[in-house]
């Protein structure tokens, strides 16, 4: 192995360093800014104690980038968890149960005051301080099940018993070891930012900083949101299945297609509860309007929603407003030159509000259909009016911004939101993203409906989600009604759909890291045959075959 190699950084030059040097040496080498938490090498995301043993092109990622921040969360998460075992020993059980407005939301198996919470807090900057080392580990599988027996974390012994590699990935911190299917920092010493916030129902808000301009967002309480959690939460407790090994020894013992439809019933009866309270108000409404962030289920939603609806001698209208995108000549472009479809100036407002009007006054109209492939709307449908029509439903991700609708009094409507609120985890300290779900869903979706393909979905989701920070989750607070879309079996039908699909991503694009993150957390699940879905189910808005398309 040659003593010296020469190490290209990305906006930087060329560095002449030791063969098998680490990132963090490298950093140390130049006088590098603090910030930098991994590095991308080959397209490929590694830790600072990655070794550089070949002359080699390297970009350093940030904390204000989006890897940078999920590397830097899931640091957090174990200071967290170090923290409060340092505090309240050893056998104190912590959960991370899912994400709650810019936040992680926890338990600790404790009464819990905000005393405890300023103990937390303290515990963890005097961790952070003390720059300690997070260690990653390989082991083999039987010694994981005998640590994780150990410690009695049962879900994670049947995760790693379901598994077929030999090898697994640990990381240690003091005398802590834990599993996290992301990167990790290299030390303690760059998680120096977050708050935690106690909840009225004894829970901790882990919060963590915006990524673009480092603050922490103040807390805000979404009560509806937490309820929907916990229901949800409940509800899967009771059949005995929070965690992904759950779910798969579900298929294992042949079962899964009786659970699918325990779960479309679960769902179904949250529609029908809707259904019943538009029914009490229907003398004052005029608009049912559906909202999301994207591939939360809007369109099988709505057209649900609208069977319900009949059902109780009620004749809704379903519009959609993607079919009002303006022609793409028209479309706002980013800062890049990106086409902008996830911002309000993407849709025709004012054709929007002019048939809305035009229709609640009896007259004709001609919805057009957009067509994604040439960017055009399409008016090929036949002229309807809103005769022998009771009620208009219109799904879309801006429809609770009352600029959509304008022309309509708030009085009139009635608002829903709805997201894929699951419950599920991979263990008790790797919640399962509700990002990470609508990215798979979209993925899927996207290829099948639209023809794009895996590259092309991954390039334009940070201007999806940074489209949702500003333009619909703002608006949560606006629905008279929140409604949970995830299914706890669903990733294991996507993986069946998206792993080939993210295969496609070349290992030099500059999204391969991101794909092969995707693909390493899908092979979790085990797969679950399509047929088992039913036809009506909101799934088969992403996977097809379905009886609303």
Not at 240 to 253: A, R
Not at 258 to 287: G, S, V
Not at 320 to 347: M, Q, V
């Amino acid at each position: 192995m040659k003593e010296s190699i020469i190490v290209d950084i990305t906006n930087q030059g060329k560095v002449i360093f030791k063969s098998g040097g680490t990132i963090e040496e490298l950093i140390q080498k130049i006088d590098g800014p603090s910030t930098i938490i991994a590095a991308l090498i080959d397209n490929e995301v590694q830790e600072l104690s990655y070794r550089i043993k070949d002359d080699t092109n390297l970009t350093f990622i940030h904390i204000n980038e989006r890897m940078g921040a999920k590397i830097y969360r899931s640091g957090l998460k174990f200071l967290y968890i170090a923290a409060i075992k340092e505090l309240y020993g050893t056998n104190t059980n912590v959960e991370l149960k899912h994400s709650l407005d810019k936040g992680i939301y926890t338990k600790i198996d404790k009464e819990i005051a905000e005393k405890d919470v300023e103990d937390i807090k303290a515990k963890m900057k005097e961790l952070s301080n003390r720059n300690l080392k997070i260690e990653r580990l390989t082991t083999n599988r039987k010694e994981a099940i005998k640590y994780f027996n150990g410690t009695k974390e049962q879900e994670k012994v049947d995760l790693y018993k379901q598994m077929t590699r030999d090898v697994v990935t640990l990381y240690s911190l003091l005398d802590y070891y834990e599993y996290f299917y992301s990167k990790m920092p290299i030390n303690t010493g760059i998680l120096n930012n977050f708050d935690l916030t106690l909840t009225k129902d004894g829970g901790i808000i882990l919060q963590y900083p915006n990524p673009h301009d480092g603050i922490i967002p103040p807390y805000t309480h979404m009560e509806d949101v937490l309820n929907v959690f916990k229901s949800y939460g409940n509800w899967s407790t009771r059949l005995g299945v929070n965690y992904v090994s759950e779910v798969n020894n579900v298929v294992i013992n042949g079962k899964i297609k009786e659970f699918i439809q325990l779960n479309e019933i679960r769902q179904n009866e949250d529609l029908q509860t809707i259904a019943y309270e538009i029914k009490t108000k229907i003398n004052d409404l005029k608009l049912i309007l559906i909202a999301g962030p994207s591939s939360s289920g809007k369109t099988t939603t709505s057209k649900k929603i609208s069977l319900y609806l009949k059902s109780l001698g009620i004749n809704p209208f379903v519009i959609s407003t993607d079919d009002y995108f303006k022609n793409r000549a028209e479309t706002p472009k980013n800062e890049k030159g990106e086409y902008e479809y996830d911002i309000l100036e993407a849709i025709d407002v004012d054709m929007f509000n002019t048939h809305l009007t035009k229709l609640l006054n009896g007259e004709e109209i001609v919805i057009p259909t957009y067509n994604f492939l040439t960017g055009e709307k399409e008016f090929k449908n036949p002229p309807i009016t809103l005769k022998n029509r009771d009620i208009i439903i219109i799904e879309g991700i801006h429809t609770l911004n009352e600029e959509l609708t304008k022309s309509i009094d708030r009085k009139n409507k009635y608002k829903i939101y709805i997201s894929p609120f699951t419950p599920l985890g991979l263990d008790r300290h790797n919640h399962i993203s509700t990002v990470d779900l609508r990215l798979i869903r979209r993925l899927v979706r996207d290829y099948r409906t639209r023809g794009y393909s895996a590259e092309a979905t991954l390039a334009g989701w940070q201007n999806v989600r940074v489209s949702e920070e500003k333009y619909i989750f703002p608006y949560q607070k606006e629905a008279d009604k929140v409604l949970d879309t995830a299914l706890i079996y669903e990733l294991g039908i996507l993986k069946t759909y998206a792993i080939p699909i993210l295969y496609s991503v070349n290992y030099k694009s500059k999204y391969y890291s991101e794909a092969l993150r995707i693909i390493n957390f899908l092979e979790y699940f085990l797969n679950i045959p399509v047929d088992t879905l039913p036809n009506t189910a909101l799934l088969r808005e992403f996977v097809g075959n379905g009886y609303f398309e």
